[in-house]
């Protein structure tokens, strides 16, 4: 064979010829690093974020047409791109020539918040606009399934993009008066896609509704009209060249890396002669399993093998039995040839596609679907394969080839050999898959229960296939296959035996049940956990192919034989998940116009950097240039939770190419000791490792490849000792970090003897990783004189950093600069723990004098970072008949880890939002801050109270099961009222909550929807919806009276321009915006004249975190401070020539020798609650909201769907109500994806498993609510902060509690159905596994849980 070693392929129009490619180099590094195309960003190198999303075009010579797919550019090796078309989002538009339409739409509809996953969903929506100029919203959100936003709560991103969505159905008004709903859609943004075409009837038209907004309250969030057209014609060209035939067509590409050598051979044979030669050798298409297991998983495979250009392996044909697929067809491209076939045959003969069809719409995001071969997902073996389950129950056929030899064999219950293992031998390939078709009479089924539906791995799947006998319900053949059950795909042999020759009626049901119960079981410890609920889905996806079959059967044959009726309640079983259209209003005050034209406080804004983050032109920690010289760090972290450090050996790290030097506690110059209140923390650990992730040591090297096989290669030995992982462990051993905290009010004895009835009970709520989409990022440059250091960090509290590192290297604070320009997302997690990394970061840049950088691997990040605290509640509510509190007694419990962090601070807040926004008159609270063996937990949005107000709502829920009354009238009834003092002896003033409470029944309409929630439970037995109300209140101050301070430095240059300092840092929640907003307003001048370059420790100093909402009040303040400083300075020259401009009056001052420069500053008035007596204020002021929730929750799997929510927040008189609105959305789906998603898992020994989105779900955009409305409280002004705004970061993110109890409304009434009524604990997040093991019926009553004590969990709740 001719070997090519040269690869060729275009970025943005610009040829690249590369030789020598590393084949491990993946195509996201290659642009970043080699080409600096920085736009393109690295969330998770898992391909399950999309921050890495490109388009890829190539010319397809079959079909004879241009391809452009998406593709995750951190698992696309740059080898296969040969003759490929890459663009980023730098090749699409920039702010400085012009903007694509869809950057420009996401920007200005305010999709965008840090701005990190920005470009990959620009990419994303251009890719399908170039294949489809007209796509509807259906196609625009399945574009979008792999595509993660942690800020934005998606809803502003859609909404955005509807505007190039057509409706499914035109009304055909264009150009007429009425105008088109095309138009009004647009308008209306995710509003009515199909008119109901009434306008002018006396229904009214649909259009008309969404018009229909209270006086004073606008949805104008954006102008679409003002929106470029999108014009398909101005895209750049596909490069000519590549559609010309190749020179040398049969040139075998070789490229030889370090480890690993990749060869993409042009023929079969030549494939089939290299796959004897190396039988070790993996194909890779795709790369999405092979790319996972070399990064994730630190596999080495020498040789590569590339099939994807091969014809016998790329095509697809109909036979007479189905169709032949080659195996390296991709997921994208066999779902496109299914649907047509399903389109096009016959229904009867496509039963197997449809199934596959079902199990494609779920299975990845588009970018990997569109790389992913059907060959690699057979031969990888998963035992959660989606496909192999299907394949297996519908009898495939895979066609093996070795040289010189091919055999065909059918997919059973011999295919697969072991944990992904194969009958395949090591020198044969899999050539092509034939799919069948399906018999009259013959009927199949696919299911898959995960934990989030968009782009995630199963927790159990199946294919189940029947066929009749003619003219008959007696079970002729019979295959059900499962995956999730065992350590492959298992095929249920006994049952499918035993109910042969049965009819398909209730008792072959139970037949069934019983077989498979006994058949597929799991011991108690099985890897993957969720035991019982793994085992109860299988009997639940029988029982509802049994329905879906009996339907058919009625449907088909219901002249030929009598088939069993279902009873229509029970139809609901039968349904598939379906979307619905989503719709929603946002509603907010409008200012009226002010006398200052330069006046937009209150205006909707777009966020400031808004344009650069859709183009890839902001600049996040990472972007920042290479310096001269620099080097890359990986850190060596313990495995072990608790133990002593016996050896630590880097005699082989040290080998490793590239390797500067490896560093432990002993390079620290200054303080290995640090910490933000303990100094309990070590920069590396020294003698004895606290937690799995706990920092040992840490490698240098030139390449961040070289520093992380080489932190691989550092040895460790431990002696082991006991460790303490869970909150009950900890209690046993009383392991607390300090002495029990207690806050008291009334008279608790007395309260309890007053009760009419009183209820104890508990509640445990797990924590959430931060997954802020940009990780933890260090860049450190020593600058060679007396000590300094200069440090950027992409962290939410520079000062920290500063005093943290000057402590570290044992320099005074002077010598070391932080600067931040923004952070992609930190929501607490960069509040303290940014200086995990940037501490040993400095010490490498100081040890080895040259800059320094790391940027943590997503693993990594979850690991050694920590999230929000788990907590325990436990309590005892007294209450009267009418349910109204009387008395309450709670021990809270927080899992702090291995040090205290701020978790003391987090248990203070919990402490003080322990009554949710309910009057206890008497009340006694205790906490405990668990010491234990796990990474130190840290601040998360909201920061303790969600927490405890999830555990008020707990016992507010039992107070109503006991009652026997409507919740929201209990609710209400407890409500705090104006004037009233809290449990803390602090009087509220302006309370909104009953205002937002009234407005939020009655927007939400309350009361009917109930009504219609009841009949649909009534006609639903598996499926239930529910509904639930919830309100929030949340102080707004820190708790530590002495952070409530900020400053702010203000210079006005002699052209007028103004340079804002401030300092706080911006991480999407538009703090930059308003500040710049408030300044402008301050100082009459436009928006466009003031910039904000950095947060920095040498111009503002001393700064408190951007943290606890207060970022507005506190440097908004400062800022006025400053401004009003300068006014007064320039007051004589403004009344020396009044009719001057401002720039006049620069000059003048200037000229006169006055100082354009002023520093601001502020410290929140009035606080001073004391702890001892349990008096003074706690906070400035509070923030309050309701939240209204409809879900529905199917019984037999515990999936569940967002049907609807209200929200009503009081913002005061908001700064800008784009970034507000942006807020409360973004911080509901947060609290959304914390109450019913997100579950960190760990081993007994306290191994994190969750460590990327493969694992750990965080919402995406199909989670949001079908239907989600909005509106900041009317009339509601704040004196208390600054331009009578209020807070607004943390306090929406409790309203997705409405969520949560909204399912364990439906769950109650699923028990109830059972026959099972009264109280029930359900324990957050609300997963599937613990609402269908809530929901008791017979089939989970056949598969019971092991005993505990008697085995070891796989995973234990902490
Ligand atoms: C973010 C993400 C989400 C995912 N979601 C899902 C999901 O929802 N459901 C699911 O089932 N899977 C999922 N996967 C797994 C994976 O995408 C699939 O298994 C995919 O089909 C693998 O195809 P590939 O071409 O990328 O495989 P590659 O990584 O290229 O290869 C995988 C393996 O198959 C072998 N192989 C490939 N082709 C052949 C052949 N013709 N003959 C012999 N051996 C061969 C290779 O040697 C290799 O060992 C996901 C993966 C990622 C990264
Ligand atoms: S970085 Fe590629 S998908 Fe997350
Ligand atoms: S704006 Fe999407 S992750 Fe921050």
Known sequence: MKESHELVFFVNGRKIVEKNVDPELTLLT???????LTGTKLGCGEGGCGSCTVMVSKYNRLEKKIMHITVNACLAPLCSLHRTAVTTVEGIGSSTTQLHPVQERIAKSHGSQCGFCTPGIVMSVYTLLRNNPDPTMAEIEDTLQGNLCRCTGYRAILEGLSTFAKPSKCCVQSGKQTGCCKEQFAANHLGPSNCCGQEGTENGCCKGQFGANPPGMSPRLFEPSAFKPLDPTQEPIFPP??????KSPQDTLVFKGERVTWIQPTTLKELLVLKGRHPEARLVVGNTEVGIEMRMKNMLYPIILAPAHIPEMNFSCHNDTGILFGAACTLSYIGSVLKQAVDQLPSYKTEVFKAILEQLRWFAGQQVRNVAAVGGNIMTASPISDLNPVFMASGCLLTLSSEGCKRIVRMDQDFFTGYRKTMVKPQEILLSIEIPYTKKGEYFSAYKQAQRRDDDIAIVNCGMRVAFKEGTDIVEELGLSYGGMAVNTVFAKQTCKQLLGKKWNRSMLQEACSLLADELTLSPSAPGGMVQFRRTLTLSFFFKFYLTVLQKLGQDFKNDFQVEAIPPDYLSATELFHKDQPSAVQLFQEVPPGECPTDVVGQPLAHLSSIQQATGEAIYCDDLPRFENELYLALVTSTEAHAKISSIDASEALKVAGVTCFLTAKDVPGSNQTGPIFMDETVFADGVVTCVGHVIGAIVADTEAHAQTAARAVNITYEKLKPIITIEEAITHKSFH??????????????????????????????????????????????????????????????QIQTFVALALGVPANRVVCRVKRIGGGFGGKETRSSLLSTVVAVAAHKTKRPVRCSLKRDEDMLVTGGRNPFLG????????????VALDLKLYCNAGNSLDISSAVMSRALFHMDNAYKIPNARVISYVCKTNLTSNTAFRGFGAPQAMLIAECWMSDIVAKCGLPSEQVQRLNLYQEGDTTYTNQKLEAVNITKCWDECLENSSFHNRRKAVDDFNRQHRWKKRGLAIIPTKFGISFNATFLNQAGALVHIYTDGSVLLTHGGVEMGQGLHTKMVQTASKALGIPVSQIHISETSTNTVPNTSPTAASVSSDLNGMAILNACQTLLERLEPFKVANPKGTWKDWISAAYMDRVSLSAAGFYRTPDLNYDWDKNEGRAYNYYSYGVACSEVEIDCLTGDHKNLRTDIVMDVGSSLNPAVDIGQVEGGFMQGLGYFTLEELRYSPGGVLYTRGPGAYKIPSAGDIPAQLNVSLLRESPNRKAIYSSKAVGEPPLFLAASVFFAIKDAIGTARAAAGKTGRFCLNSPATPERIRTACIDELIGMCPPAEPGTFTPWNIEV
């Open 241 to 246: 060249e590549l559609l010309l035939p190749q």
């Open 30 to 36: 290659y642009l970043r690093r080699t080409l600096g």
């Open 874 to 885: 436990r309590y005892k509510v007294g209450f009267q008949k009418n349910g109204k509190i």
């Open 738 to 799: 300090m002495p029990e905290k207690k806050i008291e009010n009334g008279n608790i004895d007395l309260g309890f003897a007053q009760s009419d009835d009183i209820i104890e009970g508990e509640m445990y709520i797990g924590g959430q990783e931060h997954f802020y989409l940009e990780t933890q990022c260090t860049v450190a440059i020593p600058r060679g004189e007396d000590g300094e250091m200069e440090i950027f960090v992409s962290t939410q509290n520079p000062t």
